[in-house]
């Protein structure tokens, strides 16, 4: 049982009162008198962590404020660098005590262990590429196709430096060799071993979706999204769960002159996981917090964290426990054009999510649809 799931789930729930309470803080009328700035959203990055990865992952809208029809088309490149571990896995390498990769042999002993276990040690880029079109001041319509490449990793000795500049423990991280590509994963009887990076580009899910925007108050706005995602991924090479998935997102937005405010919740409906289809949940749920800041009209930053709900139906551990991410950004539009940067970090719980990635990311609103159209 995870004893701190309740305490986040009334966090969470303080955050929304809060966000609530933010929104009708204002008086409708005040915000006329703010300069209009053209805030875009919250970040668009995609959640690379082992568990996450298979099943479909929303990501919050942009801001329903600076919406214009018109096509929007956007290409985002994130690399996530991954360490993950259970309990028994620890004490393995531990007692083995060579920093070298997993072989055969090592992996009939990990599994000969009693318990369920996890070890994945890879990073994993991917280039999000997604075409939406917005049909009015309500209406959007979106598809995303993820192409994906797994490898060893090139952060591995930035991450080990980082450690010992700062007094942080390894990690284990010294007790196997850098810049591999390794996941050995057993849990109620489902197992997965790849000793080897699938080769070349893999083509991942695509998602479609649809939104509805309603603005209730003045420059606030209401969300409600419903998306599924399609089985087209190789479940053999951890790129696909095999399954369709889908799900709703409800959103709350708000603009306050240069400062944005964003909430979303969903929940998703999982199939059945091809390769794990007794470990996971039929359902999950996550939920995002962002706040952006305008610098000036044409540059803004964002702080964004979000929560996502074990995959796993039972277990202890990295199993159990919660994935809890956060993100800092930077972004800068001119025109039809807009560019970002951000990092993302675990924190809270360290065994099931990716270490640390980096995502880059480039929109390009068609001709008629401008970023920051100008001021009447």
């Known amino acids: 049982m995870n004893i701190h799931a309740p305490r986040r789930g009334y966090a969470l729930f303080a955050w929304a009162l809060a966000f609530v309470a933010v929104l009708h803080a204002v008086p409708a009328r005040a915000r006329d008198a703010l300069p209009k700035w053209p805030l875009i959203g919250p970040l668009q990055t995609r959640n690379l962590s082992p568990f996450s990865l298979l ?14 029809p018109g096509w929007d088309l956007d290409a985002r490149l994130t690399h996530a660098n991954s360490f993950v571990k259970s309990e028994n896995v620890k004490n393995y390498l531990r007692a ?12 009939q002993a990990l599994l000969a262990t009693p318990g369920d276990v996890l070890y994945f040690d890879g990073e994993i880029t991917a280039l999000d590429l997604t075409a939406r079109y917005v049909h009015d001041r309500h209406w959007t319509g979106y598809v995303n196709l993820p192409l994906l490449f797994y490898g060893g990793g090139i952060l591995d000795d930035a991450i080990d430096g980082f450690h010992q500049a700062f007094g942080f423990t390894s990690a284990e991280r010294d007790l196997v060799a850098d810049n591999e590509y390794q996941a050995v994963i057993r849990h109620s009887g489902d197992t997965l071993v790849l000793l080897d990076a699938p080769s070349g580009v893999q083509v991942g899910d695509p998602v479609l979706g649809v939104r509805f925007a309603s603005e209730f108050a003045n420059e606030a706005f209401a969300i409600i999204e419903g998306a599924v995602k399609l089985p087209v991924g190789d479940a053999d090479n951890y790129v696909s769960s095999g399954a369709v998935d889908y799900g709703l997102q409800l959103t709350l ?21 091809k390769r794990f289809p007794n470990a996971f949940r039929s359902q999950a749920s996550e939920a995002s917090v962002a706040y ?71 929109s390009w609103l068609l001709p008629g649809n401008p970023v920051n159209p100008p001021i009447n």
């Open 55 to 68: 099943r479909m992952d929303f990501m919050p809208p942009p801001a329903a404020a600076g919406q214009r």
């Open 96 to 107: 083995r005590g060579q920093p070298r990769t997993l072989t055969a042999q090592d992996v």
């Open 253 to 273: 937005q708000k603009q306050l002159g240069r400062h944005g405010l964003y909430l979303s919740v969903a929940h998703q409906w999982l199939g059945e996981a």
């Open 292 to 362: 952006e800041f305008g610098f000036t009209r044409h540059t803004a930053t964002v702080l964004q964290t979000s929560w996502s709900k074990t995959a796993f139906k039972t277990g202890s551990g990295p199993f159990a426990t919660d994935e809890l991410l956060a993100s800092l950004g930077v972004r800068h539009w001119r025109g039809n054009v807009a560019y970002d940067f951000s990092i993302t970090r675990n924190y809270g719980n360290y065994e099931n999510t990716q270490d640390i990635a980096a995502t880059l990311g480039v």
